[in-house]
């Protein structure tokens, strides 16, 4: 796939995103002075939004990037199963002894 399919995919799939439609709806009307240019302050809020967006994304890829060489060796996949292993069960054991309230 190219960058620019890529890049179209995920804007397809970003515009269908309930918490996309959420943001653009509920979320960034609080931002926008009435007063104003409503359409300009939209489109910069909206710009903005998309840049985040791209940012979390591509540190994503870069952290899969990253997690696919690391966990391609057996024994780091096998660390990291004992460590969240551990991690579930000291969350069962705290759960097991909180007390009810």
Do not use: D
Request: charged fraction near 10%.
């Amino acid at each position: 796939m190219s960058l620019f399919e890529l890049a179209r995919q995920e804007f397809l799939l970003a515009a269908g995103n309930p918490k996309a439609i959420l943001i653009f709806t509920a979320f960034l009307p609080q931002f926008v002075e009435p007063s104003g240019n409503v359409g300009l302050q939209f489109l910069v809020l909206g710009v903005l939004f998309l840049l985040l967006e791209w940012v979390a994304i591509a540190g994503y890829a870069y952290a899969g990037s990253f997690l696919n060489q690391w966990f391609s060796r057996p024994a780091m996949r096998r660390l990291f199963n004992r460590g969240c292993a551990t991690l579930l069960a000291s969350a069962g054991v705290g759960l097991l002894l909180s007390k009810k309230g």
